[in-house]
């Protein structure tokens, strides 16, 4: 057991800072993150050329250091050593808060190993802002991050968060956000969900709906800016929703979809399929060709 008390000296140790950046709008930054990068030896950065920018804004001139997932192994070693020697520093990563979905968190892993104090900063993060924004329940909620890219690691990833009662968050990025949403919707059923886009800047925007909704809301779109999902946990008594079509046929199946939701018949059918685990083509051949 190690208790660390953040501010008072350490025998010489340096302190790893924990410095979240603002995620799009420079009005984010806080008094306390600038003074901190203004005050400490060195700035690990994600993207250095990235941070470049944003410590020339508050000129800052502190010197950088790279620190990313594909340098991690080697350049953790030499931070750790720095701050053995007495050094400070503080870590950044391109926007938000380190060590959430980027390798800041095998550094405080390291340095807590070592002894070395971490104070982490509060301050921007795309998830709470929106879960908040979601209108869904913050009573309890899990982070989930980015799903894996392959279907079927994806899947059983979202199994294993089937019958939790939290909201869970995600991250996904543009371009498979529509595969994310329908595997979501496959494994957990039509639940309420709100997609979060370029959280802090101009465009902001929430689309706040069924899975149903927001699959049909993405396939119209030319997707751009990272996304942050927010999806509701389970109810007992929702268990027994995701199965309201068993009593109907396929071919009424399609036509709920048709007739109660608006979709055009290639939307029914897809919806269908997902619903009932089958094939499109299955599906298709049961209503175009067997009714």
């Known amino acids: 057991m190690h208790i660390q008390k953040s501010y008072i000296p350490h025998d010489g140790l340096g302190t790893l800072y924990i410095v979240p950046t603002p995620i799009g709008n420079l009005d984010d930054m806080t ?8 005050d400490v030896d060195r700035i690990a950065a994600e993207d250095t050329r990235n941070t470049k920018k944003l410590l020339n804004h508050f000129e800052i001139h502190t010197p950088l250091i790279s620190y990313h997932e594909h340098n991690k192994h080697t350049r953790g070693g030499q931070l750790i050593s720095s701050l053995i020697a007495g050094e400070s520093l503080a870590v950044v990563s391109d926007a938000g808060m380190p060590g959430i979905s980027d390798p800041g968190a ?19 993060n795309a998830a709470l802002p929106a879960l908040i924004g979601s209108g869904l329940s913050t009573d309890k909620f899990y982070f989930c991050g980015f799903l894996p890219r392959k279907k079927k690691e994806r899947l059983a990833e979202l199994q294993t968060l089937e019958n939790d009662t939290a909201t869970l968050i995600f991250y996904e990025s543009p371009h498979r ?15 309420q969900a709100a997609l979060a886009r370029e959280l802090t800047k101009k465009y902001e925007e929430y689309i706040r709906g069924s899975l149903q909704e927001l699959i049909s809301w993405a396939d119209e779109q030319e997707l751009r800016g990272e996304f942050c999902i927010v999806v509701e946990g389970t109810e007992e008594e929702r268990e027994t929703d995701r199965f309201w079509w068993s009593h109907l046929s396929t071919v009424e199946h399609v036509d709920y979809y048709i007739n109660e939701q ?30």
């Open 177 to 191: 956000l529509k595969d994310m949403l329908a595997d979501t919707y496959e494994q957990l059923g039509n639940r």
């Open 262 to 291: 608006g979709l055009k018949s290639k939307q029914a059918i897809k919806n269908t399929a997902v619903d009932r685990k089958m094939q499109k083509r299955d599906v298709y051949q049961a209503y175009h060709v067997e009714e």
């Open 106 to 124: 095998d550094l405080v892993k390291s340095a807590q190993e070592e002894s070395i104090p971490v104070v982490v900063l509060p301050g921007s």
């Open 31 to 38: 008094y306390r993150a600038v003074s901190v990068l203004h």
